[in-house]
């Protein structure tokens, strides 16, 4: 192995030299770079500083008022003296009927004097439609087997019927009614075919569904 040589006086100073020298071109270099920030325009200036960032606090929305419609309820009375009048009439006609009550065409044969007049003014009797006689599918709709039935089918019907016309409007409201009771008879026709029938009770459903349905769709809207 060699020993390193040790620099003599000559290039010490040689290499501190160079050291002082790559020390004053950094300086020079910092200084000029400080020059040139300060004399920049002041919107350059700001450029570097980051934008600063606005956090809202968060407000929920403010609620909003479902606006209902205003329409004046009238078919709903008229279907309530309706209802009235024909329970009125078949408690007539059922005092002047002959019973045994035989119904030649579709062999109905009806010993209760009641519901032989229900039976005459278009209770739903299956044998009778399949002869013809559809309309049995919607006069049941006007139709009531007892006072009870008729208190509480009316009662029901002002309760619903006055709002659901109110919300819906009138034309709108027969459809809901008329349909779902035909859809009521229908359901009767299909699944309780040895029956006489009669009531309101499919349309009634009917109104109740269109409410649960209508504050369903608006629940969010409600106050």
């Given amino acids: 192995m060699t020993q390193g040589r040790t620099p003599n006086d000559d290039e010490l100073r040689e290499i501190m030299q160079r050291w002082e020298r790559e020390f004053q071109q950094r300086a020079a270099g910092a ?3 400080a020059r040139r920030m300060a004399e920049s325009p002041e919107n350059e200036q700001e450029s570097f500083a980051a934008s600063p960032v ?3 606090p968060y407000a929920p929305p403010p609620p909003q008022r479902l606006t209902l419609p205003t329409s004046q309820p009238r078919v709903v009375y008229l279907l309530l003296a309706v209802n009235v009048i ?29 519901t032989a007049a229900l039976y005459v003014l278009g209770a739903k009797e299956n044998n009778a439609i399949n002869g013809g006689e ?3 599918l919607l006069t049941p709709m006007v139709l009531h087997g007892s006072l009870m039935h008729l208190l509480l089918n009316s009662w029901a019907l002002y309760i619903l019927g006055t709002e659901v016309e109110r919300m819906f409007g009138t034309v709108r409201y027969i459809a809901i009614y008329v349909l ?27 109104l109740l569904g269109a409410l649960a349905s209508y504050y369903g769709a608006h629940l969010p809207t409600l106050v």
């Fill in 86 to 114: 024909m329970f009125g009439l078949t408690q007539v006609l059922a005092g002047r009927i002959a019973v045994p009550y035989v119904d030649q065409t579709h062999g109905a044969v009806i010993v209760n004097p009641f």
């Fill in 54 to 56: 606005i956090v809202e």
């Fill in 31 to 33: 200084r000029d770079s």
């Fill in 134 to 136: 559809w309309w049995r």
């Fill in 180 to 206: 779902a009771g035909l859809a009521g008879s229908i359901a009767s026709y299909v699944f309780n075919p040895g029956s006489l029938a009669v009531g309101a009770s499919g349309a009634i459903f009917g």
